[in-house]
DNA sequence: CACTTTCGTTGGATCGGTTCAAATTTTGAC
DNA sequence: GTCAAAATTTGAACCGATCCAACGAAAGTG
């Protein structure tokens, strides 16, 4: 079969038409960019020889030089690709970021990187009018590129507490997870487990506070103490609380649960850092015939879908994720210097993974 | 606050730093590109004159004119934005495209519009080197509009059997609605309702077999004729097969049901053209009390994830999306102009929600 | 010390367009 | 038929880099 993608050069340039249609350069660019300006006879010609010499219309990547705007946000993130497209809570921004672009006709462009140079190289050469970074994990090495790049960015979920220069879009965490082990231990729970989001990047197991303190991430710590400042309230000995440091996926929640259950005294709540993995807890619990929540009680953080209608729905700290997408979008491209750090509230949705302390 | 992002201009380029420097712009340009040629010395100055500048290295723009190539494909759809986050089978199909274009190092950008013009300038200002282009829906438009661009682009979901002149990747939708009537029809069912993918850009309700025929969507089409050609193999009258064209969603399924459920003779058996359609007529038959599959069988098409976890389990015709995604970004990347049509096999999984037809 | 390498640097050409002030042509009015 | 106004067209400048042939200086050789 005949070739059917042209794999040969597109040596036709503007300038060729131009030459073939006996026009100037900038009256065949007129042709393309303001058609109206042109006499009739003038652009049909000037057509006519664009088709005959199967010309593709001007290329962007001259306009992009002289325009300077490229139209486009980058989103900008440490994992996978396809992260954008697997994880609850990235999808739901993603859907709401895709759907302030399409509005404002702005284009998305996808940055990432399997290993760290190429997310290095990827965050300079990307071609784009800003970033929004998804700080979920190795946020501050993104944030850090994606500063030096001196184009408008806005972080996603707050990154730490210290550094006020970076723009953001966040909610309280330590409001939100203050909400939610208040919520339980109004039910009467006493003996807890957390389920933490990573701390760095490295890998899972179980942790301590100590070690949550000097988190990475500023998301997974401010939570923390969110649990644990309420806990403390109700004069629980915070030290005595199994924390597991997962990855965010089943396999390292469920080795956490493994790990929780097999102490002598079980927990009655778990408190999860997000969605994904108070669902995957929420397999592992029924995979275990454990009640929920009869015996344990679930708590998630984030407010994806998904949530709504897993089994049994799941209480947890829904986060305006769409309007924290919408806003971003709105910083960057309005960008006019005055965004800053902006805090969203959350809110307890209480739905049926949680229920009074057993006994 | 003070302003976080800078909203000024950044006026500052490379020439800027190397004259500030006191070296030419050329060597300047290796500071960054090729540093290991330039003395150190040298190297140390006109870094130290780009961070005193606040220059945030070459400006992507620039270079992207020079070397041709913008190391990005584009992936399009006339469907808005949203679609690639929230669409089952085009997440699927996303995340493998994504992972292909990981492996390689390349971005990805989205393209898509509201309307239809900035449909078409959206491609036509694309930064990419070459089109996937979902061709779910206002396909041949799409595809039209890639092709002008005398990019390198593969139509996902071969559209159109005339139009051998485009790229595409996809499968046998004859063969494989085939498999699913042939499923049912081994099963003892006799009477059926199709849900039909859209036929056009027209909105939903019922249709006909000769309406059908003219289809835009050569997918919608060949998938009735496979249903029909199996249905008629085994003389079922087709033409008093009810069909209903959906646009995929909830709300256009369930008034199909409410529709086809109302005629005199009710079908025990559902063709659905897509798994998100089957998916969403499952939750009607439950709504409706109508035991699945002992009263009404159902198949779907596509063969998304979601299906495998339903209530019942969905049965359905799998297409290897993961795989399709993959080869498309090989046919874009490595395009040697040699690619053209490739038909990938379907395969019929059959799960809980297709059962002997009653009585 | 003259002569060839090697290393580092320079500056012009180029990528493919857009833009705009100036030049030219056309049109309209008298 | 003349002249000003309006409509088109031109061509140079520019966008921000990379590339490369040529060149100058330092190092090595006989």
């Given at each position: 079969m005949a070739?059917?993608?042209?794999?040969?050069?597109?040596?036709?340039r503007l300038a060729d038409i131009a030459k073939a249609a006996g026009v100037s350069h900038g009256t065949?660019?007129?042709?393309?960019?303001?058609?109206?300006?042109?006499?009739e006879?003038?652009?049909?010609?000037?057509?006519?020889a664009a088709e005959a010499m199967g010309y593709g219309g001007p290329d962007p990547k001259?306009?992009?030089?002289?325009?300077?705007?490229?139209?486009?946000?980058?989103?900008?993130?440490?994992?996978?690709?396809?992260?954008?497209?697997?994880?609850?809570?990235?999808?739901?921004?993603?859907?709401?970021?895709?759907?302030?672009?399409?509005a404002t006709g702005a284009g998305i462009s996808l940055v990432s990187a399997a290993n760290n140079e190429q997310l290095a190289w990827n965050i300079q050469s990307a071609l784009v009018d800003g970033f929004i970074v998804f700080c979920v994990d190795g946020g501050s090495k993104l944030v850090e590129l994606a500063r030096e790049r001196k184009l408008p960015f806005v972080a996603l979920d707050l990154d730490s507490d210290d550094d006020d220069a970076v723009a953001a879009i966040g909610v309280?965490?330590?409001?939100?997870?203050?909400?939610?082990?208040?919520h339980l231990t109004e039910l009467g729970h006493r003996r807890f487990a957390v389920l933490a989001l990573p701390v760095a990047d490295s890998g899972f197991g179980p942790t301590t506070r100590e070690q949550m303190e000097k988190a990475l991430y500023s998301g997974t710590r401010d939570r923390l103490r969110g649990y644990f400042a309420e806990l403390s309230r109700v004069d629980?000995?915070?030290?005595r609380v199994p924390i597991y440091e997962t990855v965010n996926d089943e396999e390292s929640v469920w080795a956490g649960l493994d790990h929780?259950?097999?102490?002598?005294?079980?927990?009655?709540?778990?408190?999860?850092?997000?969605?994904?993995?108070?669902?995957?807890?929420?397999?592992?619990?029924?995979?275990?015939?454990?009640?929920?929540?009869?015996?344990?009680?679930?708590?998630?953080?984030?407010?994806?879908?998904?949530?709504?209608?897993?089994?049994?729905?799941?209480?947890?700290?829904?986060?305006?994720?769409?309007?924290m997408g919408r806003l971003?979008?709105?910083?960057?491209?309005?960008?006019?210097?005055?965004?800053?750090?902006q805090s969203l509230p959350v809110e307890l949705v209480v739905r049926a993974s949680s229920g009074p302390s057993p006994a």
């Open positions: 070739p059917l993608i042209s794999a040969k050069t597109r040596p036709v065949a660019s007129n042709v393309f960019a303001r058609p109206e300006i042109v006499r006879e003038v652009r049909e010609r000037v057509k006519a001259g306009r992009l030089l002289r325009a300077g705007k490229v139209n486009a946000i980058g989103v900008a993130t440490a994992e996978p690709l396809s992260y954008f497209f697997e994880d609850p809570f990235a999808r739901v921004m993603m859907a709401s970021i895709s759907q302030a672009c399409d309280d965490n330590i409001a939100g997870a203050g909400l939610a082990a208040r629980i000995d915070v030290e929780i259950f097999a102490g002598a005294e079980t927990p009655t709540a778990i408190l999860a850092m997000s969605d994904r993995m108070a669902l995957h807890a929420l397999d592992w619990l029924r995979k275990h015939d454990i009640s929920v929540p009869g015996d344990v009680s679930v708590v998630g953080f984030d407010g994806v879908p998904e949530g709504a209608v897993s089994k049994p729905p799941l209480t947890t700290i829904v986060q305006p994720i769409a309007e971003a979008v709105k910083a960057i491209l309005e960008n006019d210097g005055s965004f800053s750090r």
